[in-house]
């Protein structure tokens, strides 16, 4: 959008991030590993721009050591996923469970802004993993509804409630 304000996102304590600047202006702090030929892979999704976790980016090093994103020269083998969920069902016991299978399973999950979840999966394992999600949305609706409430829909699914 023409004139709309740049987004910067900072971790705080972090000096092993590198700056990737977009062409609209935004920017964000992300792990990415060199691999030559202005190519870098992502060891986390960006949540400005396009990338997912383990995509391979041509980017070129600025003078500020930033890198400047220039697309994506290779997608990831892992299917990503994404819910928002409340607090408790992510710092639930079944919860932390499953994304203990999902690393076992060659997998990586990342959990931003509180309450989304991104899960990076085998393709052969998505169906499983977002049925299993589904079920821990379904437990924590049931004790979490109040009368009067509605679930919130995110690609879908019941995410949440709203008493708007």
């Not at 994304?99 to 999966?121: D, K, Q, S």
Request: with cysteine; net charge negative; hydrophobic share 35%.
């Amino acid at each position: 959008m023409p004139n709309s304000p740049a987004v910067h996102f900072k971790y705080s304590g972090d000096d092993e991030r590198t700056r990737v600047w977009f062409e609209d202006g935004d920017s964000e702090e992300l792990l990415v590993t060199a691999l030559g030929n202005d190519c870098y892979r992502l060891e986390e999704s960006s949540l400005l721009g396009e990338a997912r976790y383990r995509d391979v980016i041509r980017a070129i090093r600025r003078a500020d050591g930033g890198l400047l994103f220039h697309g994506i020269e290779t997608r990831s083998d892992l299917v990503t996923q994404s819910w928002l969920l409340s607090e408790d069902i992510l710092d639930s016991t079944e919860c932390g469970s499953l994304l203990c299978e999902v690393m076992a399973m060659g997998g990586n999950w990342e959990r931003a802004f509180g309450g989304l979840l991104l899960v990076h999966i085998p393709e052969s394992s998505a169906a499983e993993i977002a049925e299993r999600v589904k079920k821990l949305t379904v437990r924590g609706r049931v004790s979490a509804q109040r009368p009067g409430e509605t679930p919130i829909l995110i690609s879908g699914r019941k995410v949440g409630f709203s008493s708007i």
